[in-house]
């Protein structure tokens, strides 16, 4: 459908900018065709990334579809920057567009179409969760305001005579520039790792909580390998009583349960939490401190070493400290003061969602 109409209006848009004589409507064509070779790019793209995983790319094929979506970005950077060099010259060499009726109902049939197209693409794209669709979909939507801003051109020129052609191009050159940089950021994000939403560790943890045996979830970490190929892992902080069959039940359950909620392939952590006697005590103790500390969000995973009188602890810095070294040294000192019979192996963790 995006070929399609693309081809189709950048045939009209062309004839009616030679006719016209109008650098504008013509960038506008030119524009229309860079998006019929996005499209091509969204297609062979998503056909790639559907290829099932094999022993080269254990995790598939699904991250073809993040390079499909820059590529398309770079073609609207390409098209920007090419349609800003032609604008800029008809400031400084302007010639008089002639609009006729024809030309005009051709700009706003474009206005109409692309307006339909970018909302169905846009929205199919976030139905299926493709950065490529999206972009695509954001594209047509974009293209209609291109479009839009021709139309004012003409209807300006037709009511004072005044030649704005160069001028409108170089506006919408800019702004297909800006929105192609703004296209290249959702995929490389995702190829770079970027933080998971905060809303999806919710409702995992949300959701992992809910099994009496668990009593806290941590270190929820999660890689994207397409919109539909997650593998990710986490702990989880469960009785020191329980037995490994019964650990091995519980962590076979979340798994499952992740995957067939989230497509989530995970790998479930333990931590041992103590449930009784002067151990449970001596954890109560210390996190306790850790909890009053400054500038520590969140610790997990405490576990006491009685061969070498060594407590391990992980800990979470908030966003105001820069210098992990500097905070990991200054806490260290603080809690071996406050219990000095212990050894402390303090590990620095970081919040992995937004």
Do not use: C
């Not at 602890?313 to 210098?323: A, E, R, V």
């Amino acid at each position: 459908m995006g070929i399609a109409a693309n081809l189709f209006l950048a045939a009209f848009k062309a004839v009616a900018g030679w006719v016209a004589g109008s650098v504008a409507i013509i960038m506008d064509a030119v524009n229309n065709l860079s998006d019929a070779m996005s499209s091509v790019i969204t297609i062979v793209g998503t056909k790639l990334s559907e290829k099932p995983a094999d022993r080269s790319h254990p995790f598939g094929y699904g991250r073809v579809e993040y390079f499909s979506a820059i590529i398309i970005a770079v073609i609207v950077l390409s098209t920007g920057i090419i349609s800003l060099v032609e604008s800029v010259k008809k400031i400084f060499n302007p010639t008089s567009p002639d609009y006729t009726t024809v030309t005009l109902v051709i700009i706003i049939v474009a206005i109409i179409v692309k307006i339909v197209m970018g909302w169905y693409v846009k929205r199919e794209g976030t139905k299926l969760k493709s950065n490529a669709l999206v972009a695509s979909g954001a594209d047509a939507t974009f293209d209609a305001v291109v479009t839009l801003s021709t139309l004012v051109s003409a209807g300006i020129m037709l009511l004072t005579g005044l030649n704005l052609d160069g001028f409108i191009g170089t506006a919408i050159s800019l702004v297909i520039i800006k929105a192609g940089i703004g296209m290249v950021g959702a995929p490389v994000g995702e190829l770079l790792g970027k933080s998971i939403p905060k809303e999806m560790v919710a409702r995992i943890k949300t959701d992992v909580m809910k099994y009496p045996e668990v009593s806290g979830v941590y270190d929820i970490i999660l890689n994207y390998y397409g919109p539909n190929a997650i593998i990710g892992s986490l702990h989880v902080s469960v009785p020191d009583t329980m037995t490994a069959r019964s650990i091995h039940s519980l962590t076979r359950r979340i798994t499952e349960q992740l995957y067939d909620k989230y497509n989530i392939i995970a790998t479930v952590g333990i931590y041992a939490h103590y449930t009784s006697g002067e151990l449970s005590a001596l954890q109560n103790s210390i996190l306790g401190f850790v909890g009053q500390y400054p500038h520590i969000l969140q610790s997990h995973g405490f576990f006491y070493f009685a061969e070498t009188h060594t407590i391990t602890l992980d800990i979470i810095p908030d966003h105001t400290i820069h210098d992990d070294e500097a905070f990991h040294r200054q806490f260290v000192t603080a809690i071996t003061k406050q219990f000095p019979d212990y050894n402390f192996n303090i590990v620095m963790d970081h919040l992995y969602s937004e």
